[in-house]
């Protein structure tokens, strides 16, 4: 299979995010917190989440890796403030449809910068990378979920 | 010594003249597995077409034929490492398969309580995790041997670490992260000197050097098929005759017994006691292949001509911006595998960017997450050799590089 351009994976936006993350460092106050490990390459990332009711207050990061799994959960803890648990499971399960070549998904507003990472559905080796974090968001979730219960 | 036709080599290796995103395929992956050439092909070929039967038990043509495959290659192997009785050598799935075996053989019933093991820093997770299971199992502990800022062994404190308790030093030939080769006589007289075994993990080892393992003072050798031309799934074990002799078989089955009866069987002799079950004949045979073809281009002209490719390698990156290079700055300490990483570019970043351009390198940890420690870093992006890589390779591969400078900037 030949493979695409790779102006197509690396914008501008990813190669900024992976310089300049957003939301990365310690939540000390944080209420859960998931680390999710690529055990192939080695890349990690800690997610911290600080929950008030049902929504996301708060969301850091600290982890290291490729371009592409560093600016994915850079971009996506910059679109997670003030989502309900809900909307922030709908943001993972469109991110995961512009994955598999969803063009629908890669035009969506409410992705936010996350659009930038459409290209990465070309190169199937890197998908997983680009999963990371939202990985790590799921399994945050599902905590919460299971802690909500009486 | 006569050169390397190099030009002939190449024309041997049917994936070589592979296309990839448009251009020729450079491979420089070969210290995760070799391409195989032709004549290894064939010979699994021939196999599989003419001659495949089970081994040591039909009386019928076919077996005879297999069996006499299968062990001409033990045979062969055996002479090239410089093991003086092909009963030594046993085929195991690879090196791995070959260290667990050791783990479990001779660990179980020679490691006690309060043994010690000595490891490197440099070892491959294969020559780590199988003594971490034993050392859980036994109580045993394990030590290592620490490296210094060119990812050498420091040997100074050696006396020190070999101590009454040792009962294993455990220590690859050449590091497949780094390409270090390790001075593994010095250490192997130090080791049996203080009354420990030697086993030498030659994964790399075998690949890159002539190998004699009298000569290396090793107990215990293992090697991978794949890494040599062979096919994947088989490799040796070569062990010191009255050592196997004295090891408790590690599985049960058939092909290693002499007579089972109902509460107790005894065993087939070496080699044979380890290797329970139907082997890999076909992996065996292509190994043997692989040995042949090798001997008869000659160790010492493919080691000559990695030389070469490797000091071009290393020159060209070193006029690459933002290129670190890791491992020994002296050649003389160094085989065919460089790792490197450049700038702020994650390896996997470097990896994708040569793909696109048809250059295969490794990007990673390498299973050597020791060694990443301690140089602080998560992966590294690896250039590996081998005797059908040539300069021209490099210079894609340097070429590849400016891409992901002017992508990373």
């Known amino acids: 299979m030949e493979t695409p351009p790779l102006n197509s994976l690396y914008q501008q936006l990813i190669l900024e995010h992976y310089r300049n993350p957003r939301n990365r460092g310690e939540l000390p106050d944080g209420t859960v917190e998931v680390h999710m490990r690529n055990p192939v390459c080695g890349d990690e ?34 679109l997670l403030k003030g989502r309900s648990l809900d909307e922030a499971e709908s943001l993972a399960s469109r991110f995961t ?54 | ?85 092909a009963a030594e050598v046993v085929f195991t799935t690879g090196t791995t398969g ?9 660990g179980l019933d020679n490691v006690r309580e309060g043994d010690e093991i000595l490891l490197t820093v440099l070892e491959h997770h294969s020559n780590i995790v ?30 020190h670490l070999l101590t009454e308790r040792t009962r294993l030093v ?34 790399q080892g075998a690949v890159h050097s002539r190998v004699d393992v009298h000569e290396l003072g090793a107990d215990f050798y293992a090697l991978s098929g794949h890494k040599m031309c062979g096919p994947t799934g088989i490799g040796a074990l070569w062990a010191r005759r009255e050592l196997l002799d004295s090891m408790s078989p590690w599985q049960g089955g058939g092909e290693m017994i002499h007579t089972v009866e109902r509460d107790m069987s005894s065993w087939a002799p070496v080699p044979h006691k380890f290797e329970a079950g139907t082997p890999n004949i076909a992996g065996a045979v ?21 030389r070469d490719v490797l000091r071009y390698a290393l020159e060209g990156l070193a006029a690459v911006t933002g290129v670190r290079v890791y491992g020994p700055e002296s050649l003389d300490e160094r085989s065919a595998v460089v790792s490197f990483t450049m700038g702020d570019a994650h390896p996997h970043d470097i990896s994708t960017i040569l793909d696109s351009q048809g250059v295969a390198i490794r990007a990673g940890h390498h299973c050597a997450q020791l060694v990443m420690k301690h140089f602080g870093i998560s ?31």
């Open chain 1, 45 to 78: 990332i800690r997610l911290q989440l600080r929950l008030h009711d049902d929504h996301i207050a708060e969301a850091r990061f600290v982890g290291h890796g490729c371009s592409i799994s560093q600016a994915s959960v850079s971009m996506m803890t910059t």
């Open chain 1, 97 to 150: 449809q512009m994955m598999h070549g969803d063009a629908e998904a890669s035009r969506d507003p409410s992705m936010g910068d996350l659009r930038a990472l459409a290209g990465v559905s070309k190169f199937p080796v890197r998908i997983k990378c680009a999963l990371l974090g939202f990985d790590a968001l799921q399994e945050a979730l599902k905590r919460s979920a299971k802690g909500a219960e009486p």
């Open chain 2, 1 to 85: 010594m006569h050169r390397l036709d190099v030009g002939r080599v190449r024309a041997e290796f049917p994936t070589l003249a592979e296309t990839v995103n448009g251009r020729p395929l450079v491979y420089l992956d070969s210290a995760a597995t070799s391409q195989k050439p032709q004549p290894v092909l064939d010979a699994l070929d021939a196999y599989w077409v003419h001659d495949n039967a089970n081994v040591h038990r039909g009386i019928h043509e076919l077996s005879r034929r297999a069996t006499e495959a299968y062990e001409g290659a033990r045979l062969e192997l055996a002479r090239w490492i410089g093991a003086s009785d």
């Open chain 2, 98 to 106: 070959a260290i667990n075996l050791v783990a479990h053989a001779w």
């Open chain 2, 130 to 159: 199988p003594w971490q299971l034993l050392a859980r199992r036994t109580g045993a502990r394990l030590r290592y041997i620490e490296i210094d800022d060119q990812g050498r062994l420091i040997l100074d404190g050696l006396d």
């Open chain 2, 170 to 203: 455990a220590l690859g030939q050449v590091s497949n992260a780094l390409g270090t080769v390790n001075p593994v006589k010095e250490v192997a007289a130090r080791a049996r000197a203080a009354g420990a075994l030697v086993l030498v993990d030659g994964a």
């Open chain 2, 286 to 306: 292509g190994l043997g292949a692989a040995v042949e073809y090798l001997s008869a281009l000659g160790m010492d002209a493919i080691v000559e001509h990695e």
């Open chain 2, 379 to 409: 992966a590294t992006a690896r250039a590996s050799f081998y005797l059908y890589n040539t300069r021209a390779d490099v210079d894609r591969l340097v070429e590849g590089l400016e891409a992901v400078r002017t992508i990373f900037g």
